[in-house]
């Protein structure tokens, strides 16, 4: 809305060509069939259980008209790329030359994407790998989010060095990369392409008291690490 631009429903879901106006027309009727016969999606708790499949089958309708709402108000060739940011430039740019089709990276534009069902097997075989993790391990990786109060989040998959530990905890060390402007956040690898620096508190005189804090709060992460 700050450019004065507003979609409508019709906008996303109802192309302008003639025959594919006629053909989604026809499609949303199973959407009033379900809501007022069957009863399928008659109430709000119905509805979110079937938006996962709902979505699929839009998304599914976006790809096969090469987003052609989408493309009814956006393009390509109008696209100035020195205004956008150098990130959305190149992904731009990579869906282009990969004969990607708009819907492909912007799912969740208008309504929010539905939360994806995800198979937790993969992820309970790495905690049960996890568990057995050494006791003398140098490094220790986080299995899951550990979060550390005011300093933040550890995400997952994160490398620690092992200071020292206990038959029940371990005490961690954390080294790596802050960019300038987005101190808050640390890298763990410097990317080439990005002006990052060597971790430091931007307050010196709380450093220690800081990586010490640290330091002991990780320890209660440590059963998944």
Known sequence: MLKGIRAECADCHIPTDPIDYVITKIRASKDIYHEFVTGKIDNEDKYEAH???MAETV?????ANDSATCRSCHSYDAMDT???SEESAKMHEYGIANNQTCIDCHKGVAHFAPEPELDSEAYNRVVAQAEKTPADATTVYSVGPI???EF???NPAVEMSVVSHT???RTVALSGYQMKGAEQVLYMAKDNETSLQPFRMLDNK???LASLKLMNMAMSGAQRL
């Open 59 to 63: 998304w599914a309708q976006l790809r």
């Open 51 to 53: 938006r996962m499949e």
């Open 82 to 84: 020195y205004e956008q």
């Open 147 to 149: 979060p550390l109060k």
């Open 167 to 169: 038959d029940t905890t």
């Open 152 to 154: 933040g989040t550890i």
């Open 206 to 208: 709380h450093l220690k």
